[in-house]
Structure formats: structure tokens, C-alpha cells
């Protein structure tokens, strides 16, 4: 799926709150380096074993390619509720232009690779 707005002033993504996925609130562990409650999140499993977000490098899965567009339209955390706009992991091919981030609690956006062993 494909996100392409009127223009970064004609059209506006937000939300009232942040909403995590079941088992995940802002008090858990390493939150600040997951996707739950970002805004939209084009996300693909980067580990087979039994994390999805870090293990061992040699069960990593390839990234998935997205074919993917987000353009001409505004992303906002209504007044820092929302913890970050778009989090894209482990996706390839994945165009982002002409888009505004505003007013979120941690960041605009993430675009990562799914190699976390760092996470460990």
C-alpha cells in the first residue's frame, strides 16, 4: 500500500493516542527502539528465532522489497502523544517525499535495517 496525500498542507495523518501492540506500553523495555505506537509502520520481521527484532545474525531475514510510496502530506504527533510518524524496517524500495513530520514525542521518522544485533 501506497500513502499519496493532496500536498503536505491539504492533507494531515494523526491520531488521538498511540496504539501499541498488545504486550507493548511505554514501559517496557526498549521501547524507545521498537515500532509500537508509531503513527504508520512499514515493518517486516527481521529475525526468524524468537524475537522478530534481534537474535542471532545468522537467523536475519532479507529484507522484504516494499514497493512502496508515502508522499505530499503531513504526519503529526498531536501535541507529542504519538511516538514517532513512520517507522520503516526492513524494507527495501521504499520511496518517502514531500512529507512533513511534526509535534512527536521521540522522532519524525526511523528507517532501519533489520541487522540489530546491537540491540543485544
Known amino acids: 500500500v501506497s500513502l499519496k496525500g ?16 498488545p504486550g ?15 503513527l504508520i509502520q512499514l ?11 534481534y537474535g542471532d545474525p545468522a537467523l536475519m ?12 502530506l503531513t504526519l503529526d504527533g498531536n501535541a507529542k502523544k504519538i511516538k514517532a510518524g513512520l517507522w520503516m524496517l526492513n524494507r527495501n524500495n ?10 512527536f514525542q521521540m522522532r ?4 532501519a535495517r533489520s541487522d540489530m544485533w546491537w540491540y543485544v
Not at 515493518?43 to 527484532?53: A, D, F, I, L
Not at 521504499?94 to 509535534?103: A, E, G, I, L, Y
Open 94 to 103: 521504499v520511496t518517502v517525499h514531500h512529507v512533513s513530520f511534526k509535534n
Open 43 to 53: 515493518v517486516s520481521p527481521g529475525y526468524s528465532g524468537p524475537s522478530p527484532h
Open 61 to 72: 531475514i532479507a529484507s522484504v522489497n516494499g514497493n512502496q510510496t508515502v508522499s505530499d
Open 6 to 21: 493532496a500536498g503536505q498542507s491539504a492533507t494531515t495523518i494523526t491520531s488521538a493516542d498511540a496504539i501499541p501492540s
Open 108 to 111: 519524525g521518522a526511523v528507517l
Open 24 to 38: 507493548f506500553t511505554p514501559s517496557t523495555p526498549d521501547w524507545k527502539l521498537m515500532h509500537h505506537g508509531s
